[in-house]
């Protein structure tokens, strides 16, 4: 299985940072990694998908850039909607595999 | 607009059986490609299967093979995940989500709200 690692596990920050989440793949996925946000007891959320194409209606301030086996998710000034955690996943393979999260906290 | 309901969740012994609902609406589903993905309280997102639109193809995580079905009835609308041999483990929110394409490469585009299984005695 492919193993996908996100840091940090959790992050503090004010509303107008500009916040970057990174996530490797134990092997290279060329472009197929995707982000999504969930916020607490609701279901998760596509943002990004093929590493760096925005879901449609979501902001422009996120952004995702990567390829291989390391990538980012950016967030260019946080929002109060933000604060959530967001996970990685690569859709290689099977099975699709899903980073650990990363919550992001206001600081 | 693209929704996904999940149903059938519900407090069960370890060793018991479930199973889920996942009723689709507003796209054709029976082109689509489905999977249930899991989430233990408290912890990350696990895939759990996969049913290919055409019913040729399914896949399992090693952790629920043997024991977990996925399956769809098109002419509902609706997939499904019986579950047997339940054990403590299990315990998690089931999602059903759409894939955003066929096979491998494409994100999971819509997700539902979650259904809640709880294996305990």
């Known amino acids: 299985d492919i193993q996908m690692t996100q840091s940090p596990s959790s992050l503090s920050a004010s509303v107008g940072d500009r916040v970057t989440i990174t996530c490797r793949a134990s092997?290279?996925?060329?472009?197929?990694l995707n982000w999504y946000k969930q916020k607490p007891g609701k279901a998760p959320k596509l943002l990004i998908y093929?590493?760096?194409s925005l879901q449609s209606g979501v902001p422009s301030r996120f952004s995702g850039s990567g390829s291989g086996t390391d990538f980012s998710l950016t967030i260019s000034s946080l929002q109060p909607e933000d604060f959530a955690t967001y996970y990685c996943q690569q859709s290689y393979i099977i099975p699709r595999t899903f980073g650990q999260g990363t919550k992001v906290e206001i600081k | 607009e693209v929704q996904l309901v999940e149903s059938g969740g519900g407090l069960v012994q370890p060793g018991g059986s479930l199973r889920l609902s996942c009723a689709a609406s507003g796209f054709t589903f029976s082109s689509y490609w489905m999977h249930w993905v899991r989430q233990a309280p408290g912890k990350g997102l696990v895939w759990v299967s996969r049913f290919s639109s055409d019913g040729s193809t399914t896949n399992y995580a090693d952790s629920v093979k043997g024991r977990f079905t996925i399956s769809r009835d098109n002419a509902k609308n609706t997939l499904y995940l019986q579950m047997n041999s339940l054990r403590a483990e299990d315990t998690a929110v089931y999602y059903c989500?759409?894939?955003?394409?066929?096979?491998?490469?494409?994100?999971?585009?819509?997700w539902g709200q979650g259904t809640l299984v709880t294996v305990s005695s």
């Open positions: 093929a590493a760096s």
């Open positions: 092997q290279s996925i060329s472009t197929y």
């Open positions: 989500a759409r894939d955003g394409g066929y096979s491998n490469g494409y994100p999971f585009d819509y």
